[in-house]
């Protein structure tokens, strides 16, 4: 090859990798561009261009993928400022979900070890590999929620004050969330009013024993549950008669859902809580999620917080 062809190898190479309405005009561009070049290195070094030389430049001048990066318009999915707030989200969401289908797997009844690795083999083929969804789903996420900001910059760039007290959600979500713990209290101390409810005391004999707890859990793990929520129902009442959280609320807060979610998961690791082993297994599960949502919102709101000082 001679310097020349050398030169339009380049020129095709970086050409093919961007849209065909753009080739020509680049294309041309470029190949001035690299002649030019070529041809001052050439006179610098008193002699003709040849191959070398050209190859030299070309590859000075940085790979066909990375030139036609600079004419192509950049395609941002996830926003720079995204970037950290991406990461953690997949970092907790994949932790959440890894451990809690590991607590899931191993609380099943193993009495050998194959049963416990062929355990933690379903756990590595199922719940690890299953968990990518977590990503592509915030990948999405995000992606709408950068699109949404460049389609309205302004509301996007406009900052809006926020006191360190406002309820989160305002008193609708605040009323929502009293109502979803009445109607946990009211389940915990007897699930079976569900059935009552739906089918009138006409359920079959076997869904009234799947919700039925076991003595075991009414003396022990029930009680202090069913305590610790109901201190969640005066504190919610009294945010929204104020209209916002105060500080005093939020400090009984960060004690109160530690405390909730050990005994949470006091009951998780300890004997049966429902009557039947499915029952029992569903209850845990939905213990353990909660648990574990309630332990990631503590750690979120920890990072979050902010004290001024000097280093």
Request: proline fraction near 6%.
């Amino acid at each position: 090859m001679n310097a020349q062809e050398v030169i339009e190898s380049y020129v095709a190479d970086v050409a093919l990798r961007l849209p065909r309405k753009q080739r020509s005009d680049v294309a041309f561009e470029l190949r001035m561009l690299l002649n030019e070049e070529l041809q001052a290195k050439a006179d610098a070094a008193g002699r003709e261009a040849d191959a070398d030389m050209a190859i030299a430049l070309a590859r000075a001048f940085g790979r066909p993928g990375d030139v036609a990066a600079r004419y192509r318009p950049t395609l941002t999915i996830i926003d720079p400022e995204d970037g950290r707030s991406f990461l953690r989200a997949t970092v907790i969401g994949m932790a959440a979900i890894w451990g809690l289908g590991l607590l899931q797997k191993l609380g099943q009844p193993m009495d050998t070890t194959g049963q416990a690795l062929g355990a933690i083999g379903q756990w590595l083929g199922g719940t690890v590999v299953g968990s990518l969804w977590w990503p592509g789903v915030l990948v999405v996420g995000f992606a709408m929620a950068a699109w949404s900001r460049r389609r309205s910059p302004d509301s996007a760039a406009t900052w809006t004050p926020r006191a360190a007290d406002h309820l989160p959600g305002g008193r609708a979500a605040m009323v929502l969330g009293l109502i979803g713990i009445v109607l946990g209290i009211a389940a915990m101390l007897e699930p079976r009013w569900i059935l009552d409810l739906f089918w009138g005391g006409r359920a079959a004999p076997a869904a009234y024993e799947a919700l039925t707890y076991t003595d075991t859990f009414r003396q022990r793990q029930g009680p202090v549950l069913l305590l610790l929520v109901l201190f969640n129902v005066p504190m919610l009442l009294i945010a929204i008669a104020r209209g916002r959280w105060p500080a005093s609320l939020q400090r009984m807060q960060w004690v109160l859902t530690p405390l909730t979610c050990a005994a949470m998961l006091w009951t998780v690791f300890d004997g049966p809580m429902m009557m039947t082993d499915r029952s029992d297994s569903v209850a845990k599960f939905c213990l353990a999620v909660i648990a574990a949502i309630s332990l990631i919102d503590v750690a979120v709101k920890a990072v979050r917080k902010v004290k001024p000082a000097p280093n």
